[in-house]
């Protein structure tokens, strides 16, 4: 980890949750994690990287490793002990942290070795939030983080194992950290895109005609760009990447080598886009290719908009029956955006960086958690879950566990009874209320049997 990173230290006592909450913000398994208090005896660091955030470091200084029930039975021997442990982990975090995260257990409550550690962390002139672990959903916030206001911290509930609230702590994590702890400045990054499309669709001609260069070889001979290939522009002081996708064949056309590659990275290049344009023909129309490069993009969630090339060389009927084609074969994809341009003419080509633009900043839509219950409790109101087997589902609770794209989770009292067609009306719900229209949006089910009075 670069030194010049500004460092978030995670203290606190034993068996609180720190290994599984560190793991979590890198996005990693490399702290072995138990529930016997004192496993995490190592320090361990790591980096949180999220797009759109600046990057900062995180520390598990290892916790004290003394187990609070033994440190009883040994009297004062090991009392002094333990104080040790304390005074240790507390000057660790002094000499590098820029924040401390004290992490203790929502579950457990507030106990002696919290306000012990505690009243050292205070005398300190670092800022510390006060991070409410195993809290397992929204509706047990209140009532877990109660006692903990009163150490005087800041306090944000989370659950380090079910992903409860992780975007907020990030978030939180990092507006506490200095201006003056970053040392460069963080500046916004170019918008990439990525071409994606069957060859000779006029990806390239598309490339040029946005750039305002001639970056691009543009034949008709199909395959003329082999190469994934970057152009930077700018265009009204936004900064944009172009990667020039290598046209996409069926895998049974695909006889050459280098064309195989081609390929194989196009699709690639895909994923690694902050949004993808599909280009089609509108001479051609809607192929077959055309429909799985749509599936392979909404299989992975990729963020995408489709765009219907030469629409100035067919009849306006024509082009009318290719958007309606493209749309019956995105199926359920129906928040995907069709856009007809012609890169001859340049008709149509002044929307598609502004929708780009659009695309991806729904994808970083962050949603708090009070606010997605509230529209939960809505869309169940408005249309209950319909009978399966004889019983219908009882839904907890709905958290954000992720963005790029927008990943929502409701807990239920048993997924398999949750139809699929209700599945997608909870979406459609969510997109209609937090204005989600174009970007991908995971919706996922999960069984939670915990039925807390």
Known sequence: ???????????????????????????????????????TRDRLEGIVRRKNMPEFGVIDTGGVTLDERAVVQEGPEGIRGFEAEILQQVHTATEEAAVLAFVVDGKDGLLPTDEYLADHL?????????????????????RLTAEFHSLGFPVLAVSAEHGFNLLEL?????????????????????LRLAML????????????????????????????TRDSVDVRFSVDDHDYVFVDTAGVRRKTRITDTVEKYS?????????????TLLTL????????????????????????????????????????????????MLGFCSHVPILTVSAKSGAGLEKILPLASEVHEECQVRVPTAQLNRAMQTALTSHQPPLVKGARPKFFYLTQAESEPPTFVFFVSDAERVSPTYARYLESSLRKTF???????????????????
């Open 281 to 328: 023909d509108a001479i051609e129309g809607v192929s077959s290719q055309d429909k799985r490069l749509m599936d392979m993009l909404n299989t992975r969630k990729i963020p995408f908009v489709i765009l219907i090339n030469k629409s100035d060389l067919v009849p306006a009927t024509k082009l009318k029956d290719v958007v309606k084609a493209a749309r019956e």
């Open 197 to 224: 499309g069957r060859p000779n669709v006029g990806k390239s001609s598309l490339i040029n005609a946005l750039s305002g260069e001639k970056r691009m070889i543009v034949s008709n001979v199909a395959g003329t």
């Open 435 to 453: 204005q989600i229209r174009y970007a991908p949006m995971r919706v996922k089910l999960r069984s939670s049997h915990k039925k807390d009075k």
């Open 122 to 142: 205070r005398r300190l002139n670092v800022p510390v939030l006060c991070v409410v672990n195993k809290v397992d959903g929204a509706e047990l916030e209140d």
């Open 263 to 275: 390929a194989n990275s196009s699709i690639k290049s895909a994923g690694k886009a902050d949004v």
């Open 1 to 39: 980890m670069s030194s010049t990173l500004p460092k978030v230290v995670l203290v606190g006592r034993p068996n609180v949750g720190k290994s599984t909450l560190f793991n979590r913000l890198i996005r990693s398994n490399r702290a072995i994690t138990h529930d016997r208090p004192g496993v």
């Open 170 to 190: 990030c978030d939180t994590l990092c507006s506490m950290i200095p201006d003056s702890a970053f040392v460069d400045p963080i500046e916004p990054p170019a």
